[in-house]
């Protein structure tokens, strides 16, 4: 069809895990990356465009990073605990049952820019993966892949501009952090060496934002306590949250580490 005076444009959209494996639940090592789009590649450029740089040179609009956590025993208790968390500039803070993923309960954060998901990957597979394991993954478009991972050409993309951007995003999302019981939040925050005045009003603080109260607060005195909450590295759990556990995902083991309460 005629399109005016706009050239023209489309998009091919794939997924290098399932190159090779489409029945597969893992993951792209980024060393394989070159390789299971080569196919991809060759047949988008000799079927239909002629590219006028080369593949090195063409520019990178989306790049999704993703990481596999075993050994969550609460998976909802986590993803609660987790929506909790505040995160700087994320528009979005979404905790819900994703129909595309099987009904997968996921947690969503980021904004235009990009977004970070958290969900069930016994759920989203219908069982072939094992229960207790989260995927993590970044959606990173241009704003961060500059940004946080230096990455705009398909050339940038190595090992490290890949390490840089999942650390940093994971680090953003605070999906790393502690979701504790109320007893051990009460003992972490009074070993901070805080007033005990700033302890409880900091607390109270806790309790109202977890059970979704709009605590009455200057923006001075939230942002403070929302630094401290990430300081501290902890964020409440939900009633039913297990008293005898406490967890938090770990980047390097790829696991919850558990903490007896």
Known sequence: MPNGDRPWWAKVEGNPSRV???????????EELRSRLAPVLELVTSEYVTPDCAPNDMRVKRLDVARDFGGVRDVPALLVGLARVHRPWSRKNN??????????????????????????????????????????????????????????RFGDINSETVDTLAINRWEWSSMGTEVSTR?????RVAASGLSTATQRAFLGWMWQTSCGFDATLSDTTAAKY???????????????????????LDWEEGTVMLRAA
Do not use: F
Not at 20 to 30: A, F, I, M, S
Not at 114 to 120: M, P, T
Not at 183 to 187: D, L, P
């Open 20 to 30: 090779g494996d489409p029945e597969g639940h893992g993951l792209c090592p980024v």
């Open 95 to 152: 905790l819900y049952n994703d129909g595309t993923r099987h009904g997968a309960q996921t947690l969503m954060v980021g904004s235009g820019a990009g977004i970070v998901r958290l969900y069930d990957k016994h759920a989203e597979t219908c069982g072939v993966v094992g229960e207790g394991v989260l995927r993590w993954e970044t959606e990173a478009r241009g704003g961060w892949l500059g940004q946080y991972g230096s990455i705009e």
């Open 183 to 187: 007893n051990e939040v009460v003992a």
């Open 226 to 248: 929302r630094r401290l909450a990430r300081t501290l590295g902890i964020t409440l759990g939900p009633e039913a949250l297990d008293g005898a556990v406490v967890g938090r």
